[in-house]
């Protein structure tokens, strides 16, 4: 079976079995500030397992995309010179939200593995693992599906500690957790290993292929463990493992999705020799790359876009290593949609935008590496001896993304040696920093204890009466607030909007007899909307009536932007394609601000065509629409979702035009205009750069339109006033100016070379003969460093066979400047040179051994340090 066939079937098995299917999450973990990427099925269902986030299915199956590249769990050194190992991988899994529980779970698994009319695996193949003391799951094994015992493995606690096993997890230290059992495939005697549990394990014959987590207990912070009310069940099985199996083939590189991606990066950098690891790791890292962009990751230097930069750079360099010179990573971008484009849609439509950031990156790379030849060849000038350090190996590798392996191969070319250990050492420190930034620890007991939800009545009224159901002092639960503290108010019923999908949160007030709590901001916790704010009168107990009353001014100008933002996201996409995709937001009262993706500034004229647009569509004064739909039919329906954002099964849909006409629909929580006409007008601020491939315009509507517009006017008026113009005449008045002052500018230029070349002749009478090299190391005054650079330039041509240095003060800074005639950088070179001097007045400096610069800040020390200088100079020579 080809690998799509396989996941399909899996899916349709369960689907089969009642099981909602439920399309894979983003890569970015929505629901857990403890990983750096998604690594397994369970992780999008995380807050249901935990109670927080009821859904209208207790059986879900899914093929998640999972990435293991970064922190806790990284597989990136090992991927390509292992069978098993990958960035990127999909989870197939099942699971039971207090639904079925251990004979359910285990009774799937091993009908769809061994069943003829699914993946039909011969039984006497299949091993079994179970924790130690799990004699539930042990007999459902042995005794109603037939297992023979002795191919059921107890697996106990055998990682120090209790509950500490192979065959036990748990969500984090605390929280929801249980025993786990597992099935292994027996490749046979002619590989070697043993079975699970022995010391062989690690062995290529037997081979994990299914884990099933029964999720019985919750753990709190004293150790104890609890029953769970209602039991769960998460399973997973890797795709590209049961593929290896059922393909009968021991590396997953040798399944068909691989081998056709080892194909294609073969095609693309030219290589020859199929065997090479390097067509391995190029095709694992087009997945994960090209899936972490489409998920909204970019390469930067930190986080997770430097994971992703990391992974980049790893395939990049390897595809120089098989002799491509060209870039060539973005070209397997279509052949990795061919493979997998059906089963992820999201990378089909995100394809271009793939392409170019790759690209990019790409051809930045080429600049890093020609950046990195560059200071390892001054690092080689400087080094004494015959070993390139260790900090300087990590120096070139961490800050500059130099490649290890190239700088060895520099090293080995110039007949230096590398001092790896020194290297590895600063890796390791480097890791220890790693893990002390990124110990998260998270108490899944911990989380605020509110039952119920919050019933938002804001979208038609803006006042709402509602009851206190919970007050909270900081984080404690109090059962009244007095006048004068500050609080948080949760109610049953209210009209503000709770921070949400970039909107901020409404203000306003509670009202009731006799009292008042001024409410700063609305946020909200699970369903629970939190009123955080001020007693300004009397007193707030539980079970009180009050009324919200929403700043309506507020809320109207909050509206305003966000009807605008999104008639700004259709006309973007009009604009500059349909690539461009929502990447974080912000809508407040006084403006908007949208992140989107796009790969280069949009340029004034496109600005202008955006603004003009979306004026045009809110002159079209159309009905602003809302209504309530079921997911599936808001999107067939053509309505706007963001990739990787959590919707419920029904989604408010929020539709601007007419019938025949709609210019923008998507799904959205938020609260907007009547009609688009009430925007008014809209004015685009500011359009920058965010990451790489990221760009945000800020905007503003409304009276803050046309404030933003009286200013822009009052500014032009008094700039005319400057230059002695009209508003009219105003611009061609600057460029007179400008031109005007580049003039002088020259002239000026032109001045202090005259005068420099003049000094020169001067200077001249100063050299000194040495050993028949002429030495000349003085001062210059009102030569700023370019200019003396210039002048070093005209008296080494003059001197000849010479060794000269200058040096010039303006205030509290020295400028130093060395040139060493070629034949003479054998006794002397032009960077210890400027270094000698730099070091004495408190600066650095370097360069090449014919040419140095440098500076420092204590001027009163220049005199002896040139001084010095001179009978160095003369030891040398």
């Known amino acids: 079976m080809k690998s799509a066939e396989i996941r399909q079937a899996f899916l349709d098995y369960f689907k089969r079995q009642g099981h909602e299917i439920v399309p894979s999450s983003s890569l970015i973990p929505a629901n857990d500030p403890t990983l750096l990427f998604t690594n397994s099925g369970m992780v999008q269902f995380k807050d249901v397992f935990l109670g927080t986030d009821p859904r209208s299915y207790s059986r879900a199956t899914t093929s998640q995309r999972c990435v293991r590249a970064g922190g806790k769990h990284n597989d990136l050194e090992n991927v390509g010179y292992t069978a098993r190992h990958h960035t990127f991988f999909e989870m197939l899994g099942n699971f039971s939200f207090g639904d079925y529980f251990k004979q359910d779970a285990i009774r799937f698994a091993w009908e769809f593995l061994t069943s003829g009319d699914w993946m039909g695996l011969p039984k006497d193949k299949l091993w079994v693992t179970v924790y130690a003391t799990d004699d539930e799951a042990f007999d459902i094994w042995s005794k109603e599906i037939g297992v023979p015992v002795e191919r059921i493995v107890r697996i106990g606690d055998n990682k120090g ?60 912070a004293d150790g104890v463990m609890h029953d769970l009310p209602r039991p769960s069940v998460d ?30 990066v073969a095609d693309v950098t030219g290589a020859s020799d199929m065997s090479s690891q390097s067509l391995k790791v190029i095709a694992d890292h087009i997945r994960s790359c090209s899936f972490l962009i489409v998920d909204g990751v970019v390469p930067s230097n930190e986080g997770r876009g430097y994971v992703l930069r990391r992974i980049m750079r790893r395939a990049i360099r390897h595809g120089h290593k098989l002799g491509a010179i060209e870039p060539f990573f973005h070209r397997l971008v279509a052949p990795l949609v061919a493979e997998m484009g059906e089963a992820y849609p999201e990378l089909l439509s995100a394809q271009q935008q793939v392409e170019q950031l790759i690209l990019k990156e790409e051809i930045q790379f080429a600049k890093t590496l020609d950046q990195g030849m560059k200071l390892l060849e001054q690092a080689i000038e400087e080094i004494q001896g015959n070993v390139i350090s260790g900090e300087t190996i990590f120096k070139l590798y961490d800050t500059y993304g130099f490649p290890v392996d190239l700088t060895a191969d520099v090293a080995r070319e110039r007949g230096f040696d590398m001092d790896m250990e020194g290297f590895e050492a600063q890796m390791e420190a480097q890791r220890a920093r790693a893990r002390a930034s990124s110990q998260f620890a998270v108490d899944y007991n911990d989380s605020l204890d509110v039952d119920g939800h919050t019933d938002f009545h804001g979208y038609e009224h803006l006042v709402a009466e509602g009851n206190v159901v919970a007050l909270l002092q900081g984080s404690d639960k109090v059962s009244a607030l007095e006048a004068g503290v500050e609080g948080v108010v949760v109610l049953d019923k209210t009209a ?25 901001d609305t946020t909200k916790e699970g369903k629970v909307f939190l009123h955080h704010g001020r007693m300004v ?60 993706s796009h790969f280069e500034a949009v340029k004034p004229e496109e600005l202008r065509q955006i603004e003009a647009l979306v004026n045009a569509d809110i002159r079209a004064n159309a009905e602003v629409g809302t209504r309530l739909m079921k997911i599936d039919e808001a999107k067939a329906a053509g309505a706007m979702a963001l990739f990787g954002e959590k919707y419920d099964d029904d989604v408010r849909v929020v539709s601007m035009g007419n019938d025949d006409d709609t210019f923008s629909m998507e799904l959205c929580g938020g609260t907007h205009v009547s009609r688009t006409g009430d925007i008014a007008v809209f004015r685009i601020i500011a359009e920058g750069g965010v990451a790489a491939g990221v760009r945000r315009i800020e905007a503003v509507t409304g009276a803050e339109a046309l404030k933003y517009v009286d200013q822009t006017e009052e500014s032009l008026k008094k700039v005319a006033g400057l230059v002695k113009g009209g508003r009219d005449s105003v611009v061609e008045k600057i460029e007179s100016l400008i031109e005007r002052s580049r003039q002088m500018e020259r002239e000026i230029e032109q001045l202090k070379r005259k005068l420099a070349s003049s000094a020169g002749d001067e200077l001249l009478a100063r050299a000194t003969d040495v050993n028949g090299v002429k030495v000349l190391i003085t001062t210059v005054e009102g030569v700023e460093a370019k200019g003396l650079r210039d002048l070093m330039d005209q008296l080494r041509n003059k001197l000849g066979n010479s060794v000269v240095l200058l040096a010039s ?56 340090a040139l001084g010095e200088a001179t009978a160095w100079v003369g030891s040398q020579l």
């Open 161 to 220: 500690a209790p509950y500490a096993s192979d065959n036990f997890w748990a969500m984090g230290d605390t929280g929801p957790c249980g025993p786990c059992t597992e099935i292994f495939y027996d490749h046979g005697p002619d590989v070697a290993g043993g079975p699970p549990g022995s010391p062989d394990e690690d062995g290529d014959r037997y081979i994990e292929i299914w884990n099933v987590v029964f999720m019985q207990y919750n753990r709190t």
């Open 537 to 596: 009168e009397g007193r707030l107990a539980a079970d009180t009536k009050v009324v919200s009353h929403v700043d309506a001014e507020r809320r109207q100008a909050i509206a305003l932007n966000h009807s605008a933002t999104h008639l700004m996201h259709a006309a973007l996409r009009k604009v500059l394609g349909e690539h461009v995709q929502q990447k974080g937001s912000l809508v407040a009262p006084e403006r908007l601000r949208f992140d989107f």
């Open 809 to 864: 003060t303006e205030q509290d800074k020295v400028s130093l400047v060395a040139g060493v005639a070629k034949e003479v950088t054998g006794k002397v070179k032009a960077g210890d040179l400027v270094r000698l001097v730099a070091e004495q007045v408190g600066g650095k400096g370097g360069g090449r051994p014919d040419m140095a610069q440098g500076g420092g800040t204590q001027v009163d020390a220049l005199p002896a």
């Open 235 to 264: 399973t997973g099985m890797g795709l590209e493992r049961v593929s290896a199996v059922l393909q009968h083939v021991h590396s997953n590189y040798e399944i068909d999705l691989f081998q056709n991606l080892i194909r294609a």
């Open 496 to 520: 503000m909007y709770a921070e949400s999908g970039g909107q901020v949160g409404d203000s306003g007030y509670l009202a009731w007899p006799n009292g008042r709590f001024e409410v700063r």
